[in-house]
């Protein structure tokens, strides 16, 4: 495991309810604007913080995670709140396993920066996306310095992610702040050739 993995020891700050004040899930759904039909992959899902929200609008959520121990806590969470309507995947965010053009839309909250190999990533999302379909990626502040959330050093700014992002074969719809620490940025599946 690389040093930027958030390790699952460190699983009580997913899990603090101060979280919820500074990073509100009810504002990222805003900003996602999920319809009810769709069906989204949250990519490191860790605890759920979004699958949950998200299982309660869309019609089917993945939930993708290297770590088993963090899909564990999901599942327990899925019982208690009697929602039957995501999946749980252990699997890398380069390669998901999920079916190709099977996405509406794909959520990468809090572990952009954690990534090795971007575009290997996008590469992934692009695949699973339907045509048209959102990518939305939520990553820490890079001016802001710890804490909460990682060290300086392992910040990515917005702007190296939206340059990333559409390099890799998305065209950029929005980009913006959200909660006290975060940024936001969504990116639109284009066709073959087009950007
Ligand atoms: C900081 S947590 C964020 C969890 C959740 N998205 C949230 O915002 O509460 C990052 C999660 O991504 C997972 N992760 C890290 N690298 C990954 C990768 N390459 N593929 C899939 N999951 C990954 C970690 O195991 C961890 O559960």
Redesign the pocket.
């Known amino acids: 495991m690389h040093e930027r993995?958030?390790p699952?020891s460190q699983v009580h700050k997913?899990e603090d309810p101060e979280r919820r004040k500074w990073?509100p899930p009810d504002e990222v759904m805003r900003f996602l604007d999920i319809h009810a039909d769709w069906t989204i992959a949250?990519?490191?899902?860790?605890?759920?913080?979004?699958t949950l929200p998200m299982a309660r609008i869309a019609a089917k959520v993945f939930a993708?995670?290297?770590?088993p121990g963090?899909l564990a806590r999901i599942e327990s969470r899925l019982i208690e709140a009697e929602l039957n309507n995501v999946v749980c995947l252990q699997?890398?965010?380069?390669a998901t396993g999920l079916a190709g053009s099977s996405c509406d839309c794909i959520?990468?909250?809090?572990?952009w920066h954690?990534?090795?190999d971007h575009a290997a990533?996008l590469a992934e999302a692009a695949r699973i996306l339907k045509p048209n379909g959102r990518l939305a990626v939520?990553d820490w502040r890079a001016d802001f310095d710890a804490p909460p959330g990682p060290p300086q050093a392992h910040r990515i700014p917005k702007e190296v992610a939206q340059f990333a992002i559409s390099d890799g074969g998305f065209r950029v719809h929005s980009v913006c702040h959200v909660g006290t620490y975060s940024w936001f940025l969504m990116g639109l599946r284009t066709g073959e050739g087009e950007k």
């Open positions: 993995r958030f699952i997913l990073l949250d990519i490191g899902a860790g605890i759920g913080y979004f993708v995670d290297v770590e963090m699997g890398e965010a380069s959520l990468m909250a809090n572990v954690e990534f090795d990533v939520l």
